[in-house]
């Protein structure tokens, strides 16, 4: 145990594999048998219910209720919006018989939800009354067609929330997506410490079935862009193809205006990439389910004072912080090597000569420093620590990523941008054919981002260009 408890390769020699580690080792996924199907162990579920929790607040303040629909789709229904269909139908994976019964029908396994709500609503709706309909649902989705899967990037079977409305107009269900976005981005930035550049996706990169996405995206420390969430404004294409209609104040029949939006723990995979180290996992102060370990460094002799004052110790500090006082049967330093892999943001260490000090040592992850603090001034020492490690976190990320960021003129000047893991900024003339050749041109480069500049001239044809867009090749 002592020679594979470690991470063994550097983050900045092989990617790859230190990420595989830190994920493995720190105890937050493992493979199944079910090929790119993984199992959350409990620090991921853990991390991902404070995740949760923090959004779950944010979208019932601002009216929002949960629901939920079933996983299985009927093939009519999900074929019902013709765009849709053909932008999921790759992914989609089927039910073809129950038992010894094959069924009269297909049924998907949720790729996304559109279509089994959107039955529900062309029910529950009538009149203007009955609107916002602010629906959200947290569950799992099942995207089937990839190649190389990695644990929370991309998987086949994932956690999400989906959050789904209905509007009178088109004004309110725009409001309702851009409102979306800004409690995304203070979920991510002030929690998960990850800044991020938002904008719009191009035609090419958005929702099937919607007017236009909204999308929030980061760049890890390989060279390689994140998704992190989406907010899509439909407008009426789900309504009329499902005949979701009501009767407004002036009694006329109108169809509905509608978004859909969601994050996945796909965030948990950003989270591990942007701040783990060379020892193991980073966990943010705000997203961590352990906040704070007690490691108590005992002698045979003082065996039961030692325990006995770390016992005392923790009944303080668990008033005020989600605490571990870690009495395992190991040395102290297998202890404080574990806690550093799994990323507990405060290590307090205690033994007889601090207890003869009325002292004790206060380690922080993110910088690994070590402090002696009183015991009586431990309380507001750890809050003031912990505040400062989620701000030192965020921006030494910000740093990274606004480090990474360039822009180019011509495909020389883009192919070797992307070459060196930029996320780089161009004008070009936004066509899906045009998109399609960038891609193929720099080795897999898409566009992340459109943003809300003049363009110049288009980076591969030399015409005038129509959008300025981030490109960056992304998990």
């Known amino acids: 145990m002592e020679q594979t408890q470690g991470i063994t390769v550097k983050k900045s020699e092989d990617f790859s594999e230190w990420y595989s580690q830190v994920v493995q080792k720190a105890e937050l996924a493992d493979y199944s048998s079910v090929s790119g199907c993984m199992v959350l162990r409990p620090t991921a579920y853990a991390i991902w219910e404070k995740i949760k929790a923090v959004f779950d607040q944010k979208i019932k303040a601002s009216g929002h209720t949960n629901a939920y629909f079933p996983l299985f789709i009927p093939e009519h229904l999900f074929k019902k919006e013709q765009e849709h269909v053909e932008g999921f139908s790759p992914e989609v994976a089927w039910v073809t018989q129950a038992g010894d019964t094959k069924l009269k029908e ?4 949720r790729p996304t939800s559109e279509t089994i709500i959107y039955e529900s609503y062309s029910k529950w709706i009538r009149s203007h009354r009955d609107l916002p309909m602010l629906l ?6 099942v995207r089937w067609e990839f190649k190389y ?19 009178a107009t088109r004004e309110e269900a725009e409001k309702e997506a851009g409102m979306i976005m800004k409690e995304y981005i203070d979920l991510v930035e002030s929690y998960l410490a990850i800044p991020i550049i938002t904008g719009r996706k191009t035609e090419k990169e958005k929702f099937a079935g919607a007017e236009y996405t909204l999308t929030f995206e980061s760049m890890m420390p390989d060279g390689k862009a994140v998704q992190m969430g989406t907010s899509h404004m439909l407008g009426q294409n789900f309504s009329k193809a499902f005949g979701i209609e009501f009767l407004d104040q002036d009694n006329k029949k109108k169809h509905v205006w509608q978004t859909s939006w969601g994050i996945s723990t796909r965030l948990i995979g950003a989270m591990i990439m942007t701040h783990a180290d060379d020892q193991g996992l980073i966990i943010p102060p705000k997203v961590a389910p352990l906040q704070v370990a007690i490691v108590p460094i005992i002698f045979e002799k003082n065996r039961d004072k030692t325990l006995k004052e770390a016992e005392s110790m923790k ?14 049967d190991y040395t102290a330093g297998w202890k404080f090597n574990d806690h550093e892999l799994k990323g507990v943001p405060i290590r307090v260490e205690l033994g007889p ?12 992850r993110d910088t690994r420093k070590k402090e002696f603090v009183k015991q009586a001034d431990l309380i507001t020492h750890i809050k003031k620590e912990l505040e400062a490690m989620q701000k030192s976190l965020y921006a030494k990320a910000k740093k990274t990523l606004k480090e990474s960021i360039t822009s180019a003129k011509t495909m020389a000047e883009l192919k070797k941008a992307i070459k060196e893991g930029k ?7 936004g066509t899906i054919e045009e998109e399609d050749m960038i891609k193929e041109d720099t080795g897999g480069a898409s566009s992340r981002t459109v943003i809300d500049e003049k363009p110049g001239k288009c ?13 960056a090749k992304a998990y």
């Open 106 to 109: 297909r049924l998907a396994i």
């Open 136 to 141: 959200n649902q947290w569950c799992n989705i």
């Open 149 to 167: 899967p990695k644990p929370f990037l991309r998987t086949r079977e994932f956690l999400w929330q989906e959050g789904h409305t209905a509007h």
């Open 315 to 328: 009944n303080k500090l668990e008033k005020h912080f989600t605490c571990f006082l870690d009495d395992r």
């Open 353 to 364: 000569r601090d207890i003869e000090k009325k002292q004790a040592v206060v380690v922080r």
């Open 423 to 429: 996320l780089v900024k161009v004008s070009f003339c």
């Open 459 to 471: 980076v591969h044809c030399g015409k005038q260009g129509k959008l300025v867009a981030y490109f």
